[in-house]
C-alpha cells in the first residue's frame, strides 16, 4: 500500500521560512520522480517544484530563488524548504509521486503576520 506522510506545516510570518517533509512507503521510491504542488483558497493545484529520480530540478517561476527541492533516497523522503515566504504562498501543499495516481494528504501553509 502506497502512503505519502507530509509534515511540517504551520502558521509562518511573511519572509519566514519552513521546511516540508514527504515520507513514501509501500514503493520504490529511487525510481520516481517527486513532486510538490499546492492549493490556495478558490484556485486549482499548481505545481511548485519537481525532482527526478536522477537529481534535476524544477521550479514554477512564482518560487524559483526562494523554494529548494531535495531528496533522500535512503529515507524515501523529498523535501520543500521553503524561504522569504509571502502571502501569495498561502496554501495546502501536497506531494506527489509523478506519473502516478498516488497523492499525500496535505500540509497546510498560511503566511500571515
Known amino acids: 500500500q502506497v502512503q505519502l506522510v507530509e509534515s511540517g506545516g504551520g502558521l509562518v510570518q511573511p519572509g519566514g521560512s519552513l521546511r516540508l517533509s514527504c515520507a513514501a512507503s509501500?514503493?520504490?521510491?529511487?525510481?520516481?520522480?517527486m513532486g510538490w504542488y499546492r492549493q490556495a483558497p478558490g484556485k486549482q493545484r499548481e505545481l511548485v517544484a519537481v525532482?527526478?529520480?536522477?537529481?534535476?530540478?524544477n521550479y514554477a517561476d512564482s518560487v524559483k530563488g526562494r523554494f529548494t527541492i531535495s531528496r533522500d533516497n535512503a529515507k524515501n523522503t523529498v523535501y520543500l524548504q521553503m524561504n522569504s515566504l509571502k502571502s501569495a504562498d498561502t496554501a495546502v501543499y501536497y506531494c506527489?509521486?509523478?506519473?502516478?495516481?498516488?497523492w499525500g494528504q496535505g500540509t497546510q501553509v498560511p503566511v500571515s503576520s
Open positions: 525532482v527526478t529520480s536522477g537529481g534535476r530540478t
Open positions: 506527489h509521486i509523478e506519473t502516478s495516481a498516488y
Open positions: 509501500g514503493v520504490i521510491f529511487s525510481i520516481y520522480g
